[in-house]
């Protein structure tokens, strides 16, 4: 997968973290799918109601390219609608789709083996690992 899979990415992230949710929208396919621990939905309706109130900060550490995408693994941390951190801070995996520089399908995993047994396959090495960054 290529720079502009990571620039969408990236950009996805950027949107994510300083609340622009039409930003958010406009990276992201309209049909999205979005896979999480409470189970699997679809569309904008549904990622926007997940930005505006999941209060998730997501900050990536290392890039896995995968056929579709990347898995992106990150920092995470929750803050409650009343501002007070949430002691579930810790390391994710999500497994990132994106068709035409915009994202298809974004699933959340605990751990980068999760995910990478999610989509099939060995843990694929990271740029950061290969020096691609």
Do not use: C, K, N
């Not at 049909?31 to 699997?40: A, Q």
């Not at 109130?53 to 920092?75: F, K």
């Amino acid at each position: 997968m290529g720079s502009s899979a990571r620039a969408t990415i990236q950009a996805w992230h950027d949107a994510l973290e300083i609340g622009a949710v039409e930003t958010l929208l406009a990276l992201s396919s309209p049909e999205i799918e979005i896979v999480g621990p409470r189970g699997t939905a679809s569309g904008h309706l549904v990622l926007r109601q997940w930005a505006e109130g999941s209060g998730i900060t997501l900050t990536p550490v290392a890039w896995h390219p995968t056929t579709g995408g990347y898995i992106v693994e990150a920092d995470a941390s929750w803050v409650m609608p009343e501002g007070a951190p949430d002691a579930s801070s810790s390391r994710v995996a999500t497994v990132f789709d994106v068709t035409r520089d915009r994202v298809t399908r974004v699933a959340r995993y605990d751990s980068l083996a999760e995910a990478s047994a999610a989509i099939g396959g060995d843990i694929p090495a990271s740029e950061e690992e290969r020096g691609m960054t």
